[in-house]
């Protein structure tokens, strides 16, 4: 039950712009206050002695809102996610992760979506205390700041497949 309410609900502007992502919690007291629309629901429910409640999944402000979606928090998590869990020195993949400042912390490196950057164990501790140049490390991609819609659509899980068609994600069907 705590688990089904901490599933994440997409938050869509009445234009249909996607806002924000929430929880169960919060999207049910949004329901109740008839402040939004549901526009699809989980396969899950929660039964109480009076009610079933079909899990939301997206909903739909019912009102136009002039809100900008706040910044992507600069987090480990939301970092690891941009870099798709991959060393962005050596590729590689499914290892435990750290991250590295690009311009090491001790030499002036801030903590910025452009200077931290996923790295395996190994090359971090290659790397130590230098830039990528002196120790002949180039980064695969420059690390930029995600845009919102790219953070929405890294959101999206298996369970998360209807949100899809709202995040420009669905396939064209030939
Ligand atoms: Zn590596």
Known sequence: M??????????????????????????VNLILDQKVEILEQYNESIHSVDFVLHL???VRLNRYINYHPKMIPLT???LLRRDGYTCQYCNIKNVPMTLDHIIPKQRGGKDTWENLVAACTTCNHN????????CNMPLKKKPKKPSMLTYFQQSVRKKQNSWKQY?????LKN
Not at 5 to 15: E, K
Not at 167 to 171: G, P
């Open 167 to 171: 995040l420009f994600m669905d396939q």
């Open 56 to 58: 939301p999944s997206v």
């Open 76 to 78: 480990r998590k939301n």
């Open 127 to 134: 790397k130590n205390n230098r830039t990528p140049k002196e």
């Open 2 to 27: 705590e688990g089904l309410l901490n599933r994440r609900v997409l938050v869509l502007n009445q234009n249909y712009q996607p806002l924000t992502i929430t929880k169960i919690k919060r999207a």
